[in-house]
């Protein structure tokens, strides 16, 4: 058993890591993309035990829906080299999340990929996707320092990021609210699209905010 381990938690986005504003004792960093290398630099100066990617994620796994959370086994960077996770650790984490936990391999892209359905990630046995994991697996990698990522799905295969919504982000992961207004103004249409997602947004916030309640508790 692991007694309670010096932890630090990654996300790609500030909303992200408001979901742990209540989380004592665990160190939050901020990194968006490949941004998420400087930030995973700066997480291990603290010395963890293990560091952590958080937060969304969206899943190439029909039976894997918006809502679900994941702990993947292996980590898939761009370039497609596998990296397992810390068992030890995904382990632990994975008893205190009372909901059940999905952990099929997690590929780390550089873009906000607005088609979930594509045939080559499942060939390849990957079923999630995000923007940072990878990226912070690597640096935990020099410094022998166990990493696991814990996201819940936002996007599956109902329903993808709307291609346009990928025009009006920053390279921060920031929305720029002029850019979008111009986007439904052309297309009003859009914002049937835009609700949608919110709603999709609305339930993945909701898990997020209760697995860092129970993974997190009393650290």
């Known amino acids: ?15 992200e890591l408001r979901f742990l504003k209540n989380v004592h004792n665990v160190k939050t960093f901020q990194g968006y993309s490949k941004n998420a290398l400087i930030a995973a630099r700066t997480a291990l100066s603290e010395k963890p035990d293990v560091i952590i990617s958080f937060g969304l994620a969206g899943s190439m796994n029909p039976q894997v829906k918006n809502g679900k959370i994941i702990i993947p086994q292996n980590i898939v960077d761009k370039f497609g080299n596998i990296k397992k996770v810390s068992k030890k650790y995904s382990n632990f984490f994975n008893k205190r999340i009372s909901s059940k936990v999905f952990r099929q391999n997690l590929i780390t892209v550089d873009k906000i990929e607005h088609n979930l359905n594509n045939k080559k990630y499942l060939k390849k046995n990957i079923s999630f996707i995000d923007m940072e994991s990878s990226y ?84």
Request: charged share 25%.
């Open 1 to 15: 058993m692991v007694s309670k381990p010096k932890i630090v938690v990654i996300a790609g986005l500030a909303r």
């Open 136 to 219: 912070i697996q690597k640096e935990a990698s020099k410094k022998k320092i166990p990493f696991i990522a814990i996201r819940v799905i936002f996007d599956d295969l109902s329903f993808s990021i709307p291609k346009f919504l990928k025009t009006c982000i920053n390279t921060d992961g920031n929305l720029n609210v002029f850019k979008l207004l111009i986007n439904i103004f052309l297309k009003p249409k859009r914002i049937f699209k835009l609700i949608k997602l919110s709603k999709k947004y609305k339930k993945a916030s909701i898990v997020l905010n209760k697995i860092s309640s129970e993974a997190f508790k009393n650290f």
